[in-house]
């Protein structure tokens, strides 16, 4: 069981930054594959980056490669999503997911969801 709590979110000019987290409990954060999705009013949720347990491997979707970063720390149990050049179209609720396995993740079936924290980015 873990439970996920994300923070971080906010409003931002476009070009702006910001880093998002997910924060975990427990103790086998690091036996869980984490990944980043977002949902915009009115649209399906999307996937945006995956990270492996180890964090050496990681996937972005090509909307948000080369201007989000994915990244985890196992000895804080959090994960992260650094967000640069933002764009209006970034603008939706993040969530965090985790799951054991990283095929699961990122076909966005996680066990476990965070309860997202809302982006907005003005134009």
């Known amino acids: 069981q873990v439970q996920l709590v994300e923070s971080g979110g906010g409003l931002v000019q476009a070009g702006g930054s910001l880093r998002l987290s997910c924060a975990a409990s427990?103790?086998?954060?690091?036996?869980?594959?984490m990944g980043w999705f977002r949902q915009a009013p009115g649209k399906e949720r999307e996937f945006v980056a995956i990270?492996?347990?180890?964090?050496?491997?990681?996937y972005y979707a090509d909307s948000v490669k080369g201007r989000f970063t994915i990244s985890r720390d196992n000895a804080k149990n959090t994960a992260y999503l650094q967000m640069n050049s933002l764009k209006p179209e970034d603008t939706a609720v993040y969530y965090c997911?985790?799951?054991?396995?990283?095929?699961?993740?990122?076909?966005?079936?996680?066990?476990?969801w965070g309860q997202g924290t809302q982006v907005t980015v003005s134009s």
């Open positions: 997911a985790a799951d054991g396995s990283e095929s699961t993740v990122r076909a966005g079936r996680s066990g476990y």
């Open positions: 427990g103790r086998t954060f690091s036996s869980y594959a």
């Open positions: 990270i492996s347990r180890s964090g050496g491997i990681t």
